[in-house]
């Protein structure tokens, strides 16, 4: 079964309007996800979204490390991020195989924005977090890179090289199908990625009539 995976994680500017809306998007562009999962530790109630409740208390970006919980999803999973706006046709997101989006601002490293997998293909990444994540939460914890904020990206980046596995990206796989929000243009698509400050509510234009679109 292909499983869309989101992460709601409390104190921030998100909330299940959000949820709705990203999952909207994909119901009306990437049918082929069969399942739309939202963890969170926040009360959402989105018609046709699966909660399932957040089980530490990872603060912020953090709390996307249990994606890769085992006994999630089976088949095809994406990790995709709440700001993700769909405008077109993006079913090659739910195709098999694993890849992840390339970074925006450091090309050969992975961005979790979008992060695909399958079954419990990445559960070590959820159990070795665990084990102890005050030391990977750490900046540091994972040498030298070149990121100028430790997040989970960093560390998911981190634990893969390791293990010797590396993500095809998404953007080699199936050119054109990411673009990153200009606000100097009006069309975007089909899978508009948000980075910097930018965001879908203060989003004009197309994208934003794309995003709240009911």
Same mark, same amino acid.
Do not use: C
């Given at each position: 079964m292909t499983t869309l995976i989101t992460v709601l994680k409390g104190g921030g500017?998100?909330?299940?309007?959000w949820v709705a809306r990203l999952a909207g998007g994909v119901r009306?562009?990437?049918?082929?996800?069969?399942?739309i999962v939202c963890l969170t530790d926040q009360p959402v109630a989105v $018609? *046709?979204?699966?909660?399932?409740?957040l089980r530490h208390a990872w603060s912020a970006w953090w709390a996307k490390m249990e994606a890769f919980r085992p006994g999630l999803s089976t088949g095809p999973t994406l990790l995709c991020d709440l700001d993700t706006v769909l405008t077109g046709p993006a079913d090659a997101l739910a195709e098999p195989g694993l890849a992840a989006m390339e970074d925006f601002f450091h $090309? *050969?490293?992975?961005?979790?924005?979008?992060?695909r997998w399958s079954g419990d293909e990445l559960a070590s990444l959820y159990t070795t977090f665990a084990a102890d994540p005050d030391r990977w939460m750490s900046p540091g914890s994972c040498g030298p890179v070149p990121n100028a904020v430790h997040g989970d990206q960093v560390v998911i980046d981190h634990l893969l090289r390791r293990s010797g596995r590396q993500p095809d990206?998404?953007?080699r796989l199936h050119p054109g199908l990411l673009d990153f929000y200009d606000p100097r243009r009006d069309s975007?698509?089909?899978?508009?990625?948000?980075?910097?400050?930018?965001k879908p509510d203060t989003a004009t234009g197309a994208v934003h009539a794309a995003w709240t679109r009911s």
């Open positions: 500017r998100y909330d299940a309007t009306r562009h990437a049918p082929a996800f069969e399942r $018609a *046709g979204v699966e909660t399932i409740p $090309a *050969g490293r992975l961005s979790s924005a979008l992060l990206f998404i953007q975007h698509g089909p899978v508009v990625i948000f980075i910097g400050p930018a």
